[in-house]
């Protein structure tokens, strides 16, 4: 036999063997070079982007497995730089990141809040135990330098001095001299507070009684005087540029709407503005990111409303006049901030394209929109500043295979494309991840719902291989087209794309009580504990994937955590022949009991009649009601400083199945850590562990 022979019997012999080795495994050669777990998660996140008084350097925290750091950039050239010198995935978060007045000083809080028992966050159950303070770092990185306790501190608009309440008191500090000092007391505390323009008076809310009311308390005269006095609740109190008015949200007694106000900074001339109309759509919108309420513009104020079933913002003038809408059309606007000159305000809208968000600049005076960025991307967190060269933003970006990065677009509004300026690893598998697609399915009683398919590449022809449904926690959440917004997300983003790697069909499943969709969506009849509504849109969507030609029927799985994970569990509960395993992250299990722990004790309605019916229908709507038809194996997992969904949820789970017998299961439980756990490494052996539990399951058929 010649050599050439030899060597191609040789080669023959060592695909055959590595096809043979695949196959065991349940995996086709094409698939078998995924990217890896930790490359994939080998991003830098970015979050919390602000930009120095005088433009010109921006800030944001960076999250690169489990390292948290300040990092800034400056003009002209942006490159990126660490500020600070975290070298360790301990858990610790950084937050309330701000420059100081003069640009060459950044505040931020390291550590997290208290739970119910004043415990702070400690995952690493570290033995010295662990703290929640305000440091202060110089822009050239200095070393940090404690300032005071972690508290959110709200800075003088000139001068280098901070303030913040606590209890009755409210309180100051010179940042250089590092002395706080009690400024001024109010009964029942301060809440919401404002400096005004010229930093001589301090605006703020005082909740009592029932009510709310306005104050202003005097630099000068070291008085406080009461701006508004009525029963009903005042909030938001915000100051014109000139400071001689405030805006406010007023939410009448006894009743379902709010109003847009003002009143002089003397205490006269109250004017409401505008009143939104009675009916379904009258309260008061949540702010999904918390970054907007009310605003005061130039000559406009800007206020969130969903009069259309939709959540948008609007502009009235000041003094009176026409409201208008900024965002008509089918879609929310999820976080905003004014333009520096105040003509104009930032969003971030899916009104462009409802599974992305895109980042316009609206005009107060006439709505007329500059596009920063549309098409397939998610973009959020603007920050604007203005220099003699034009108006500039930063922002945070990402599509389908980039993950998060801040980017900067010069001169909005002129041609030009927008700089990324955080890194993204070399590890980074940006070429190797999918594009999911959208795709719209039908419930049964009819409603349309949304969903992201993760097709995995080089499948054989005619193969039919695993699916995996996701599902979202909140329930006030969305999913999108492409690496997400909030951090918890992002990472299930980056686990879905893992799967996919692997093999798996994976639909991402935006079911009714989530955002993005409308009002009528996020409310709809018997949702969660009032009936499970919802649970028949995961039923949809395992209805779906049976029908796809790459999906085998018999080998759907589900994963999902918090509100995702109550709803894996329910398919496991109520539909094992269509659900064959669950990985199950930190889920409610009985709404009966999460209802008492969220009110802290019995459930409360008029009459003992009423809260044993809650509490039945409650129960009904929960897995627990259906442990004797749960046959599909899960994996429990949850941190036990959960502050969300008690711990208490997955042991009496766990404990139900050992009762009953027959259903495998596995337990994955990290001591000290919270619900959005905080440690990389918990991530990853989450991960892993979820990957390893598909495949034990769902990998042969």
Same mark, same amino acid.
């Given at each position: 036999?010649?050599?050439?022979?030899?060597?191609?019997?040789?080669?023959?012999?060592? #695909?055959?063997?590595?096809?043979?080795?695949?196959?065991?495994? @349940?995996?086709?050669?094409?698939?078998?070079?995924?990217?890896?777990?930790?490359?994939?998660?080998?991003? &830098?996140?970015?979050? $919390?982007?602000?930009? *120095?008084?005088?433009?010109?350097?921006?800030?944001? +925290?960076?999250?690169?497995?489990?390292?948290?750091?300040?990092?800034?950039?400056?003009?002209?050239?942006?490159?990126?730089?660490?500020?600070?010198?975290?070298?360790?995935?301990?858990?610790?978060?950084?937050?309330?990141?701000?420059?100081?007045?003069?640009?060459?000083?950044?505040?931020?809080?390291?550590?997290?809040?208290?739970?119910?028992? =004043?415990?702070?966050?400690?995952?690493?159950?570290?033995?010295? @135990?662990?703290?929640?303070?305000?440091?202060?770092?110089?822009?050239?990185?200095?070393?940090?330098?404690?300032?005071?306790?972690? +508290?959110?501190?709200?800075?003088?608009?000139?001068?280098?001095?901070?303030?913040?309440? *606590?209890?009755?008191?409210? &309180?100051?500090?010179?940042?250089?001299?590092?002395?706080?000092?009690?400024?001024?007391?109010?009964? %029942?505390?301060?809440?919401?507070?404002?400096?005004?323009?010229? =930093?001589?008076?301090?605006?703020?809310?005082?909740?009592?009684?029932?009510?709310?009311?306005?104050?202003?308390?005097?630099?000068?005269?070291?008085?406080?005087?009461?701006?508004?006095?009525?029963? !009903?609740?005042?909030?938001?109190?915000?100051?014109?540029?000139?400071?001689?008015?405030?805006?406010?949200?007023?939410?009448?007694?006894?009743?379902?709407?709010?109003? +847009?106000?003002?009143?002089?900074?003397?205490?006269?001339?109250?004017?409401?503005?505008?009143?939104?109309?009675?009916?379904?759509?009258?309260?008061?919108?949540?702010?999904?990111?918390?970054?907007?309420?009310?605003?005061?513009?130039?000559?406009?104020?800007?206020?969130?409303?969903?009069?259309?079933?939709?959540? &948008? #913002?609007?502009?009235?003038?000041?003094?009176?006049?026409?409201?208008?809408?900024?965002?008509?059309?089918?879609?929310?606007?999820?976080?905003?901030?004014? %333009?520096?000159?105040?003509?104009?305000?930032?969003?971030?809208?899916?009104?462009?394209?409802?599974?992305?968000?895109?980042? =316009?600049?609206?005009?107060?005076?006439?709505?007329?929109?500059?596009?920063?960025?549309?098409?397939?991307?998610?973009?959020? %967190?603007?920050?604007?500043?203005?220099?003699?060269?034009?108006?500039?933003?930063?922002?945070?970006?990402?599509?389908?295979?980039?993950?998060?990065?801040?980017?900067?677009?010069?001169?909005? $509004?002129?041609?030009?494309?927008?700089?990324?300026?955080?890194?993204?690893?070399?590890?980074?598998?940006?070429?190797?991840?999918?594009?999911?697609?959208?795709?719209?399915?039908?419930?049964?009683?009819?409603?349309?719902?949304? $969903?992201?398919?993760?097709?995995?590449?080089?499948?054989?022809?005619?193969?039919?291989?695993?699916?995996?449904?996701?599902?979202? $926690?909140?329930?006030?959440?969305?999913?999108?087209?492409?690496?997400?917004?909030?951090?918890?997300? !992002?990472?299930?983003?980056?686990?879905?794309?893992?799967?996919?790697?692997?093999?798996?069909?994976?639909?991402?499943?935006?079911?009714?009580?989530?955002?993005?969709?409308?009002?009528?969506?996020?409310?709809?009849?018997?949702?969660?504990?009032?009936?499970?509504?919802?649970?028949?849109?995961?039923?949809?969507?395992?209805?779906?994937?049976?029908?796809?030609?790459?999906?085998?029927?018999? /080998?759907?799985?589900?994963?999902?955590?918090?509100?995702?994970?109550?709803?894996?569990?329910?398919?496991?509960? /109520?539909?094992?022949? #269509?659900?064959?395993?669950?990985?199950?992250? !930190?889920?409610? !299990?009985?709404?009966?009991?999460? #209802?008492?722990?969220?009110?802290?004790?019995?459930?409360?309605?008029?009459?003992?009649?009423?809260?044993?019916?809650?509490?039945?229908?409650?129960?009904? %709507?929960s897995p627990m009601a259906d442990i004797a038809t749960w046959t599909s194996p899960v994996l429990i997992v949850h941190g036990d400083d959960d502050r969300n969904v008690p711990f208490e949820a997955s042991i009496d789970l766990a404990a139900a199945l050992a009762r009953k017998g027959d259903v495998p299961f596995q337990?994955?439980?990290?001591?000290?850590?919270? &619900?959005?756990?905080?440690?990389?490494?918990?991530?990853?052996?989450?991960?892993?562990?979820?990957?390893?539990?598909?495949?034990?399951?769902?990998?042969?058929?």
């Amino acid at each position: 036999m010649s050599a050439s022979r030899s060597a191609l019997g040789y080669a023959l012999r060592t #695909l055959m063997l590595s096809a043979l080795v695949l196959a065991a495994a @349940g995996l086709s050669p094409a698939r078998a070079q995924d990217p890896g777990l930790d490359a994939i998660f080998s991003f &830098h996140l970015p979050s $919390g982007v602000v930009v *120095s008084p005088e433009g010109g350097r921006i800030a944001w +925290v960076g999250n690169q497995e489990g390292l948290r750091n300040v990092w800034g950039a400056e003009a002209p050239e942006w490159e990126p730089r660490r500020l600070t010198r975290y070298f360790d995935d301990d858990g610790q978060e950084l937050s309330a990141l701000q420059f100081t007045p003069d640009g060459e000083r950044l505040l931020y809080i390291r550590g997290g809040g208290t739970n119910r028992d =004043g415990d702070l966050p400690n995952p690493t159950s570290d033995a010295s @135990g662990v703290s929640r303070d305000l440091w202060m770092i110089t822009w050239q990185g200095s070393d940090p330098w404690r300032v005071y306790a972690g +508290v959110g501190m709200t800075l003088a608009p000139h001068e280098g001095l901070a303030i913040w309440s *606590s209890g009755d008191d409210v &309180h100051i500090m010179d940042l250089d001299e590092l002395e706080p000092h009690r400024l001024f007391t109010v009964r %029942s505390g301060a809440a919401e507070l404002q400096w005004s323009p010229d =930093g001589r008076r301090i605006a703020f809310s005082s909740s009592r009684d029932g009510r709310a009311i306005l104050g202003v308390y005097e630099m000068l005269s070291g008085r406080i005087r009461w701006l508004t006095n009525t029963i !009903h609740r005042d909030r938001y109190p915000r100051w014109s540029p000139d400071g001689s008015r405030l805006a406010f949200i007023r939410f009448p007694a006894g009743r379902r709407n709010y109003q +847009v106000c003002t009143v002089s900074a003397a205490g006269d001339g109250e004017e409401m503005l505008w009143e939104s109309p009675e009916g379904d759509y009258a309260g008061y919108p949540r702010s999904i990111s918390g970054s907007y309420d009310l605003m005061y513009g130039a000559a406009h104020l800007v206020f969130p409303s969903e009069q259309t079933g939709w959540n &948008h #913002l609007y502009a009235v003038p000041d003094q009176g006049g026409e409201v208008r809408d900024l965002m008509p059309g089918e879609g929310i606007v999820e976080n905003a901030v004014l %333009s520096p000159d105040g003509e104009a305000v930032y969003v971030s809208t899916n009104i462009r394209g409802i599974d992305h968000r895109q980042l =316009g600049r609206i005009r107060l005076a006439d709505g007329e929109a500059q596009w920063v960025e549309e098409g397939e991307v998610i973009a959020w %967190s603007p920050a604007p500043w203005q220099d003699e060269e034009g108006e500039h933003v930063a922002y945070i970006r990402s599509t389908a295979r980039e993950p998060a990065r801040v980017y900067i677009q010069r001169e909005v $509004g002129r041609r030009g494309d927008p700089a990324p300026v955080s890194p993204l690893p070399e590890e980074f598998p940006l070429e190797e991840l999918v594009e999911p697609e959208q795709v719209i399915f039908t419930a049964p009683d009819g409603l349309e719902i949304h $969903g992201q398919l993760f097709m995995p590449s080089g499948r054989g022809r005619g193969e039919r291989v695993p699916a995996v449904i996701f599902m979202h $926690g909140g329930s006030r959440r969305q999913m999108l087209l492409g690496w997400h917004n909030r951090g918890y997300y !992002h990472n299930a983003y980056g686990f879905n794309q893992y799967l996919a790697s692997r093999g798996y069909v994976v639909l991402s499943v935006n079911y009714r009580s989530g955002i993005g969709y409308g009002v009528d969506f996020r409310e709809p009849e018997d949702y969660g504990w009032r009936g499970a509504s919802e649970y028949q849109d995961i039923v949809a969507a395992g209805r779906y994937l049976q029908e796809l030609e790459a999906v085998d029927p018999e /080998r759907i799985g589900l994963w999902g955590g918090s509100y995702g994970g109550y709803l894996t569990a329910m398919g496991l509960a /109520r539909d094992s022949y #269509l659900f064959k395993a669950g990985v199950d992250l !930190h889920g409610v !299990h009985d709404w009966s009991d999460q #209802l008492r722990w969220y009110g802290r004790g019995e459930i409360t309605a008029p009459s003992e009649a009423m809260r044993d019916s809650i509490a039945a229908l409650a129960f009904r %709507s929960s897995p627990m009601a259906d442990i004797a038809t749960w046959t599909s194996p899960v994996l429990i997992v949850h941190g036990d400083d959960d502050r969300n969904v008690p711990f208490e949820a997955s042991i009496d789970l766990a404990a139900a199945l050992a009762r009953k017998g027959d259903v495998p299961f596995q337990e994955l439980y990290f001591p000290d850590e919270v &619900h959005g756990f905080l440690r990389h490494a918990s991530w990853m052996e989450v991960y892993r562990s979820a990957a390893e539990f598909f495949d034990r399951y769902l990998r042969t058929p």
